[in-house]
């Protein structure tokens, strides 16, 4: 067999993005995943791919919002708070980047990397044999006053990056969406955003990279690295060592335990959601919801509803959490009609890889420059695939690292 160009560690959204680009253009390539290819955090979470959701996480709100998690019980942020070195750091590099200037710039650069991505997407869709993919936009709807105007400031704050948010009063949301109840204080509509099922993307994305000759292997599990010099020489697994030129790390939210020994701090903490899929719901929206006050997401996929809430940073809890399916059900109840009567057969939880400032890290480590980092994309997985991939597959294949990347880079953390 012979030897890769290029291994991809984990098979989630973005890794199989960066394999299908890099195999598209010419080099071998070998996927690596823990576990089954799209079955991590890339399985069950919203689907959307919304240029909208660019502002990142780490804003002086969300401080305030994970202040708040410690003492309201149906917060949907909440922080597991632990006593180690790693997280400390953590935690103090995302107060740091909790201030509005560095947050504007991010949003920035986000709203430009989430609409090349999707513009990606939508030239894949019209691929033969392909996923499906809506552009109806994204409907945030409100029940109160303060969380409409709360809407109304973060919408001001994004027509700066580019993004064109369309205030609704009440029955015009409910025009837009008859699903929507009359109880609400107005709505903001998003209509550049799209939605898709992630779960399929992903096949669809693992597919096209066999067929353009990469290689998936799953249940493989990445134990270590064995280093020469400045250079990965090999990967240490449970099947033995594999070795390349070149090795792209995307897998989420262990992607610092991968290279904990081997590249020092990588400051990616795991940030579980979950989610709720009611399969033949008997009230599907027409185009995907935010219910702003609970911070619960609805998207429509075919017959199904997915519903999506919560983020709990600090450790690797495994399985979803009671409290938050609770708060999804309790949105559905609220927002949608006869849905108490709804059976959710279909509960999960996924860890998504966040780090403090809310930026993905892309790029190569300046300690071993033949190890790209692909990783800590946060809620914006999906989003930021297809652009994620581009990036990468030029910077392994050229050398070369785009300037409009710079701020992603591992550097910015002194790795």
């Not at 513009?119 to 409409?148: I, N, Q």
């Not at 353009?212 to 020469?228: D, K, Y």
Request: include cysteine.
């Amino acid at each position: 067999m012979r030897r890769p160009d290029v291994i991809v560690i984990g098979g989630g959204v973005i890794g199989l993005s960066v394999a299908l680009q890099l195999s598209e253009g010419g080099a071998k390539v070998t996927v690596l995943d823990r576990g089954e290819m799209g079955h991590g955090c890339s399985f069950g979470n919203a689907g959307l791919i919304p240029p909208s959701f660019c502002e990142p996480y780490a804003t002086p709100a969300a401080l305030l919002d994970g202040l708040q998690g410690l003492f309201v019980p149906d917060h949907p942020f909440r922080l597991r708070v632990r006593a180690d070195r790693s997280w400390l750091r953590w935690i103090l590099r995302f107060v740091g980047a909790c201030r509005w200037p560095i947050a504007q710039a991010s949003t920035r650069l986000l709203s430009e990397l989430c609409a090349e991505s999707l513009a990606m997407c939508a030239k894949w869709a019209e691929r033969p044999d392909s996923f499906w993919l809506r552009r109806d936009g994204w409907l945030h709807v409100y029940r109160t006053k303060d969380g409409l105007e709360a809407g109304l400031r973060q919408a001001d704050r994004l027509r700066l990056a580019g993004v064109q948010p369309v205030r609704l009063e009440t029955q015009e949301a409910r025009h837009l969406e008859p699903n929507v109840t009359p109880h609400i204080c107005g709505a903001i509509y998003f209509p550049e955003d799209a939605h898709l099922d992630p779960f399929v993307f992903t096949r669809v994305l693992a597919r096209w990279a066999t067929e353009a000759g990469a290689r998936l292997e799953s249940g493989v599990e990445v134990t270590g690295l064995r280093v020469h010099g400045d250079r990965v020489a090999a990967l240490r697994t449970q099947r033995g060592e594999y070795s390349a030129d070149h090795y792209v790390v995307c897998a989420g939210a262990w992607s610092a335990r991968v290279l904990r020994r081997a590249a020092g701090w990588i400051p990616i903490e795991p940030g579980r959601g979950n989610s709720l899929t009611f399969d033949d719901a008997p009230v599907v929206p027409r185009l995907p919801l935010l219910f702003a006050e609970q911070h619960v997401v609805a998207t429509p996929m075919d017959t199904r509803l997915r519903m999506t809430t919560g983020l709990e940073l600090g450790g690797f809890p495994p399985s979803p959490s009671d409290r938050f399916l609770k708060v999804i059900r309790r949105a559905a109840s609220e927002g949608l009609p006869s849905s108490s009567a709804w059976g959710g057969r279909d509960a999960w939880a996924g860890l998504r890889p966040m780090t403090p400032d809310g930026l993905p890290i892309i790029g190569p480590l300046r300690r071993l420059p033949n190890l790209h980092l692909a990783s800590g994309h946060g809620t914006l997985g999906v989003v930021l695939a297809a652009v994620t991939g581009k990036v990468v597959a030029e910077m392994v294949q050229r050398g070369a690292v785009p300037g409009a990347i710079e701020p992603l880079l591992p550097s910015r953390f002194g790795e």
